[in-house]
């Protein structure tokens, strides 16, 4: 009994050590953490180390921003030292004194990139970091480091993760020069662009045998890379992104690179004889060959045994020919495991084949800006599907009802087509739809009560087509809210990668779970996210603007521009706080601008001209601090023009032209003391409502003109005898010519008829 009472307090002893830990960091680590902000003492970011406080001897460091301390030891892991320099314009430098890193014993992870650091202090390189055998991530891209930092490597045979991107590397990298890194499974050198070679001995095979991850994105490396790639047995994912790989790929030295998941080339100069051979790859489930100058037909040649191929990315080329029902060829309906399609921007022909509605699990289709045309296949009512982007081709026939029971669309981009008829009803039940897209198609009708119902709409985009009827009071029920607010909406990025301009990191496609997904490739590995392949057009301001990423992310708007629509603005718009754009030009909407118009608060562009509208415009519109772009021109608005302040102080007459009642700066016609003119005098019976002319002088003015001009040339005939036979003689040869053409015609069409 007593034995096991024993063993509970020491349980009990453990646990509260476990929770706790030690009371706050090592001594030796909080004076070398001071002693490095003294070090960076010119750093110009104000926030860098507002914590770091050495006055306050009861602060514990392991709480102190940029630092992560082990949660048992309470000894430093983890140092963010990065973007302490913002620029370097007054010409100073940190120059790294590494002796100051060696107290952290249990450090892991030392991120010093974006500071300019040009070197170390003399003998305080990366030599000295022997000490740190558990270090195990070394960031230091975006620095000035040249070539001689490879060699100061040699005591550091714990890394896994050392990213050298965006520095001053030239010339030729020898491998050789990375042989401690026995353990390395990530190397990044993306960014370096006077690399042109990187070079690999026969003795060096093998050095790097755990290496995983190569970056060499806007380098100058050769096709070479790839026969030097061989030499890395592990070798899952590789970058050349924006290179220009002069010379052709052999079959044999793609076929030792049997081991690669993912390749980008995306921006390189490639030789068109890869697209024959890329088959030998087996391994591969990424291939991104974005605007590599690719043109001619897609050859079926090797392709078939990418059977493993789940993301395939061929747009911004110049492929071109005829896509018949065996085409975007046969091979891709071997891969039944495919999740993103994206051949964009090429000069692809056809009809849209019906065989890739064999494709189940894809996510992502972008066959945008070619020029198909034919129906949009029925059979698009997988549930997989995702993001449909077939805008700028020449589609034709009515929205296909494939669409009616697909809830996860989140894109449908149909835009710039020839699409006709209706918007179905069933258009509501698209409940996770963020985009629709339909701008400049041939429908018609009455804009559907149903589209109220789609509560995750991000854009609404309707221009340049021709319904009619009333805007629906009930859009004012979708929220419009940026879809970066809304969780769920967070996975819309299919395929993300990094840029060597923003992070030197490549990002790693998780490939093997049932959703697309952006995962870390190791621990601790930071990377940006980008919707790379999500991408959509939309107007405001009075230009239209391509959205991707995050700004896609924060844009909401409605177009309705360019159509029929009737009716008075209904006042229940004013309740889409959080939607950026909204414009509902050259329609022929009447009535006053809706005053609850002043509530839209984050309103960015406000577009009515080219309409009907009349009134006063309403002064509370100045509250609008946002408003970039404001336009009521062409209406029947009368009175005089909002106060210049705030945002309305920008706006030029441009805004407001066309509008003769419409009076004040920035026109040139100022408003008197009795105000401006009345819309409607009451002694004008006979004026049309909205109309600015008497109907009535009108067509009387017509009649007399008409008459006068008649008139005229019987009495010049008349006087003039010449001019007379002239008339004469004339009128006779049309009759002739026309008594010839309709005797000789028939004649052809009787003899056709008795033969």
Known sequence: MELRRFWWWVVLVLIQFGINGCFGCWDKERIALLQLKASISNYTCADCFTSWDSANKESDCCDWERVKCNITTKR???????????????????????????????????????????????????????????????????????????????????????????????????????????????????????????????????????????????????????????????????????????????????????????????????????????????????????????????????????????????????????????????????????????????????????????????????????????????????????????????????????????????????????????????????????????????????????????????MLDLSYNKFFGPIPHCLSNITFEASAKKPDLGNRSIVMYDTYYMSPSLAYIDTKSENIRYEEFSEDHEYLLMDAEEEVEFTTKSRTYSYKGDILNYMTGIDLSCNRLVGEIPPELGRISNIRALNLSHNNLSGPIPITFSNLKQIESLDLSSNNLNGKIPPQLTELNFLAVFNVSHNNLSGSTPDRKNQFGTFDESSYEGNPLLCGLPLHNGCTEIGPPSTMPADHEGEESGSFMDMGVFYISFVVAYITMLLGIVAVLYINPYWRREWFNFIEACIDTCYCFVVVHCRKLSYFRGA
């Open 76 to 458: 430093v892991i983890q140092l963010a030292l990065n973007d302490t320099m913002y620029s370097n314009e007054d010409g100073w430098y940190w120059y790294l004194n590494a002796s100051l890193f060696l107290p952290f014993e249990e450090l892991q992870y030392l991120d010093l990139s974006y500071n300019w650091i040009p070197g170390w202090v003399p003998n305080e390189g990366f030599e000295r970091f022997d000490v740190l055998s558990k270090l195990e991530v070394l960031k230091l891209d975006w620095n000035n480091f040249n070539n001689s930092i490879v060699s100061s490597f040699s005591e550091i045979a714990s890394l896994k993760k050392l990213d050298l991107s965006s520095n001053l590397l030239d010339g030729s990298i020898r491998i050789r020069d990375f042989k401690v890194f026995s353990n390395l499974e990530e190397l990044y050198l993306s960014g370096n662009y006077e690399i042109h070679d990187f070079v690999v001995t026969t003795e060096d095979r093998n050095r790097l045998s755990k290496l995983q991850v190569l970056g060499l994105s806007g380098t100058k490396v050769s096709a070479r890379i790839l026969e030097s790639s061989a030499a890395f047995p592990s070798l899952k994912i590789l970058d050349i992104r924006d290179n220009k790989l002069e010379g052709s790929f052999t079959t044999k030295e793609l076929g030792t690179l049997n081991k690669l998941e993912q390749l980008y080339l995306d921006g390189s100069s490639i030789d068109k004889s890869f697209l024959h051979k890329v088959g030998v790859m087996t391994s591969l489930n990424v291939l991104k060959m974005r605007n590599c100058g690719l043109n001619g037909s897609l050859p079926a040649q090797g392709w078939c045994e990418l059977k493993k191929l789940q993301v395939i990315d061929l747009s911004e080329n110049k492929f071109e020919g005829i896509l018949p029902s065996c085409m975007l060829p046969m091979w891709m309906w071997n891969m039944s495991f495919l999740r993103a399609l994206v051949i964009s921007k090429n000069q692809l022909e056809g009809h849209i084949p019906i065989e890739l509605c064999k494709l189940i699990d894809l996510t992502l289709l972008d066959l945008s800006e070619n020029n198909l045309f034919g129906f949009v296949p029925s059979c698009f009512n997988s549930s997989a599907i995702k993001f449909l982007h077939l805008n700028k081709n020449l589609l034709s026939g009515p929205i296909p009802s494939a669409f009616q029971n697909n809830s996860n669309l989140v894109t449908l981009n149909l835009r710039e087509n020839y699409l006709i008829g209706n918007i179905p009803n069933w258009i509501g039940s698209l409940s996770s739809l963020s985009f629709l897209l339909l701008k400049a198609n041939h429908l018609r009708g009455r804009i559907p009560i149903q589209l109220c119902l789609l509560q995750k709409l991000n």
